[in-house]
């Protein structure tokens, strides 16, 4: 049962426009999501988070939005440089533990 | 700040083998560290998780005797994969969470290793 998906596996972006990439969950107990960008052969690196009490954060070219009705967030970077092509995993967790559920990951490219 | 080391890199090692990877947070201390593995294109797995002092607390479908932990200290863990096989091969990949941010994950470089 996967508890966070994202439903895309690519996305190809012309740099300087925007890229939105997608993320949705099932469970409600969900409080706490984050972003990571991941480089293939290392580990992932944190972009940015954002709690349940919120419905947006961001930080630089970084927004994250969250929609709980939905169970629904994406992450928004603009202007995409080409330097932001990897592969980017949501992840969400309950805050009673520290358990973080992944995503499948998204593979974005951004072409010049 | 919030680095989390790994080592070795990589490791090839021969069938029936056991071999121990170290996870280090460098410039914090880790309540919790955890550990995944990540096969070709697929998603990061939580294999365990790993309170310093206690024992870790093990995924379902993994198996405690062939995956062992070791969490001796607030800033080291280990994951020795006893008797190895090439089903084993993979990424293995831990981070550690902050004392006081706990929701908050920094990951190691990630392990490949290699089972002959």
């Known amino acids: 049962d996967q508890q966070v998906k994202q439903n895309s596996p690519s996305l190809s972006v012309q740099e300087g426009r925007i890229s939105i990439l997608n993320c949705d969950y099932t469970?409600?107990?969900?409080?706490?999501f984050l972003w990571y960008k991941k480089y293939p052969a290392e580990g992932p690196t944190f972009l940015i988070s954002i709690s349940s009490i919120k419905d947006k954060n961001e930080d630089g070219r970084f927004t994250v939005f969250l929609n709980k009705s939905a169970k629904h967030l994406s992450l928004h970077i603009v202007p995409s440089q080409p330097g932001d092509s990897a592969v980017y995993f949501c992840a969400a967790s309950d805050g009673n533990t520290d358990k973080l559920i992944f995503g499948t990951g998204t593979r974005l490219q951004v072409f010049p | 700040g919030a680095v989390v080391s790994q080592h070795p890199s990589w490791v090839i090692c021969k069938s029936g083998t056991s071999v121990k990877i170290e996870c280090r947070s460098l410039d914090f201390q880790a309540t919790t560290m955890f550990w995944y593995r990540q096969f070709p294109k697929q998603s990061l797995m939580l294999m365990a998780t790993s309170n310093e002092g206690s024992k870790a607390t093990y995924e379902q479908g993994v198996e405690k005797d062939k995956f062992l932990i070791n969490h001796a200290s607030l800033t080291l863990s280990t994951l020795t994969v006893t008797s190895a096989h090439p089903e084993d091969s993979s990424f293995y990949i831990c981070s550690a969470s902050l004392l006081a941010r706990t929701d908050t994950q920094y990951f190691g470089p990630g392990t490949r290793l290699t089972v002959l």
């Open positions: 469970n409600s107990m969900f409080d706490y």
